[in-house]
């Protein structure tokens, strides 16, 4: 799978987890606030790449120097983690595809998880994407990390631990809190973790993609899943079909069994919930396990 950029081209797997440099478009100056979290965890956690933080209106933000836009940005930008609000992030997305950014994972909400307006909305996101090159993780998405990579690629709070506890377990969530949850959780019961990601609203780069890529990754020996619908079963099947070729175990854990989880799995990302019984068959299926809380 390639994400092509005309300036330096890397695989999609290289974009979003090993970035040689990251632009943060909306940094915040203000260490209080989401704004700051991606650039401060990467800092925190030994980000080895470039970090670029893109604010129109300072010149510096958190020790680094801040550009007004991507077009003022020297050099290669692999990753653009967007935090902006509003019509910005279609401005955001058209400045990634003129400077051949390859992949941008969408933080700012206000897409299918907001109704049928922000489902057109995002559809017509991902089809200007799709025509520039762009691959976008999102949008609603709090982002990804690599731990043993030290790419902290984030707005979770729970990135603000001292030390991420590594291992060979690597994490796809349609819910960004619960990226924190089992990360913390786990690190504090002793389970180390290879990626995590948060898919968000799936619009483009989804799960079963995702799924795949582990199935590829030599850093990556289990593969969870939280589910609160599948969008794609048929790239899903195939991606832990092909996963368990590997010898990699693919666990999921699918909100909605009780009433409570099905309200909650609608409401959250603008999922809605499939039937229990036939999600059950279709795991069965294609070798997932499926595990209760």
Not at 237 to 264: I, Q
């Given at each position: 799978?390639?994400?092509?950029?005309?300036?330096?081209?890397?695989?999609?797997?290289?974009?979003?987890?090993?970035?040689?440099?990251?632009?943060?478009?909306?940094?915040?100056?203000?260490?209080?606030?989401?704004?700051?979290?991606?650039?401060?965890?990467?800092?925190?956690?030994?980000?080895?790449?470039?970090?670029?933080?893109?604010?129109?209106?300072?010149?510096?933000?958190?020790?680094e120097r801040a550009f007004g836009s991507l077009a003022e940005v020297p050099g290669a930008?692999?990753?653009?983690?967007?935090?902006?609000?509003?019509?910005?992030?279609?401005?955001?997305?058209?400045?990634?595809?003129?400077?051949?950014?390859?992949?941008?994972?969408?933080?700012?909400?206000?897409?299918?998880?907001?109704?049928?307006?922000?489902?057109?909305?995002?559809?017509?996101?991902?089809?200007?994407?799709?025509?520039?090159?762009?691959?976008?993780?999102?949008?609603?998405?709090?982002?990804?990390?690599?731990?043993?990579?030290?790419?902290?690629?984030?707005?979770?709070?729970?990135?603000?631990?001292?030390?991420?506890?590594?291992?060979?377990?690597?994490?796809?969530s349609q819910s960004g809190t619960m990226l924190g949850t089992v990360l913390s959780r786990?690190?504090?019961?002793?389970?180390?973790?290879?990626?995590?990601?948060?898919?968000?609203?799936?619009?483009?780069?989804?799960?079963?993609?995702?799924?795949?890529?582990?199935?590829?990754?030599?850093?990556?020996?289990?593969?969870?899943?939280?589910?609160?619908?599948?969008?794609?079963?048929?790239?899903?099947?195939?991606?832990?079909?092909?996963?368990?070729?590997?010898?990699?175990?693919?666990?999921?854990?699918?909100?909605?069994?009780?009433?409570?989880?099905?309200?909650?799995?609608?409401?959250?990302?603008?999922?809605?919930?499939g039937e229990d019984a036939a999600l059950a068959a279709y795991f069965r299926d294609c070798?997932?396990?499926?595990?209760?809380?």
């Open positions: 799978m390639e994400a092509g950029s005309r300036i330096a081209p890397v695989t999609l797997a290289q974009a979003l987890f090993a970035p040689r440099a990251v632009a943060l478009i909306g940094a915040s100056g203000d260490p209080a606030k989401n704004g700051a979290r991606p650039m401060r965890f990467l800092k925190k956690h030994g980000y080895a790449g470039r970090i670029v933080p893109i604010n129109a209106s300072r010149s510096e933000v958190l020790g930008i692999d990753h653009a983690f967007i935090m902006t609000p509003g019509d910005s992030v279609e401005r955001a997305i058209e400045e990634c595809g003129a400077r051949g950014v390859p992949v941008a994972t969408i933080f700012s909400d206000g897409f299918a998880d907001a109704g049928r307006e922000g489902a057109a909305r995002q559809a017509r996101l991902i089809a200007r994407a799709r025509e520039l090159g762009v691959r976008v993780l999102g949008p609603n998405s709090m982002g990804l990390v690599d731990v043993p990579g030290r790419v902290a690629l984030t707005v979770n709070a729970v990135l603000e631990m001292d030390a991420l506890p590594a291992g060979t377990t690597s994490f796809v786990g690190g504090a019961r002793g389970l180390g973790f290879a990626k995590l990601v948060s898919v968000g609203n799936e619009s483009d780069i989804g799960t079963g993609e995702l799924v795949e890529l582990l199935a590829e990754d030599p850093g990556t020996k289990v593969i969870l899943l939280f589910l609160e619908t599948i969008r794609d079963a048929a790239k899903l099947a195939a991606a832990a079909r092909k996963a368990h070729a590997a010898g990699k175990p693919v666990v999921a854990y699918k909100l909605g069994r009780s009433r409570l989880g099905a309200a909650l799995a609608r409401s959250h990302t603008g999922a809605l919930a070798g997932i396990v499926r595990v209760d809380m």
